[in-house]
């Protein structure tokens, strides 16, 4: 399974960027997809996900820095994922990694990451 990220960019600050996720291979059984960041000096944080967890339908979750402003999809048809960032600020500059966990055995595959810079 590899995963392909694209979509950042340069943007001014109160514009929008999707980024995309494509998942090349076949998960059989899905737990996770997920976008993750890495700012300059910080650590990766959870930035979106949607768990599914043995369910068909999964459930959305945002870090509290994004929510209102991100948004994460999957379009199945495609084997894409998304994350949709409008309004975004300066501190949304990062390297931004997708996610996709497996639930046989809890492996986490990883994007190359894609990187967005916010200009203020």
């Known amino acids: 399974v590899q995963l392909q990220a694209s979509g950042g960019g340069l943007v001014q600050a109160g514009g929008s960027l999707r980024l995309s996720c494509e998942v090349i291979?076949?998960?059989?059984?899905?737990?996770?997809m997920r976008w993750y960041r890495q700012a300059p000096g910080k650590e990766r944080e959870l930035v979106a996900e949607?768990?599914?967890?043995?369910?068909?339908?999964?459930?959305?979750n945002y870090a509290a820095s994004v929510k209102g402003r991100f948004t994460i999809s999957r379009y199945i048809a495609e084997n894409t994922m998304y994350l949709q960032m409008n309004s975004l600020k300066a501190e949304d500059t990062a390297v931004y990694y997708c996610?996709?966990?497996?639930?046989?055995?809890?492996?986490?595959?990883w994007g190359q990451g894609t990187l967005v810079t916010v200009s203020s």
């Open positions: 996610n996709v966990q497996d639930r046989v055995d809890w492996k986490n595959y």
């Open positions: 291979g076949r998960i059989f059984n899905l737990n996770a």
């Open positions: 949607l768990v599914y967890g043995g369910s068909t339908t999964p459930s959305a």
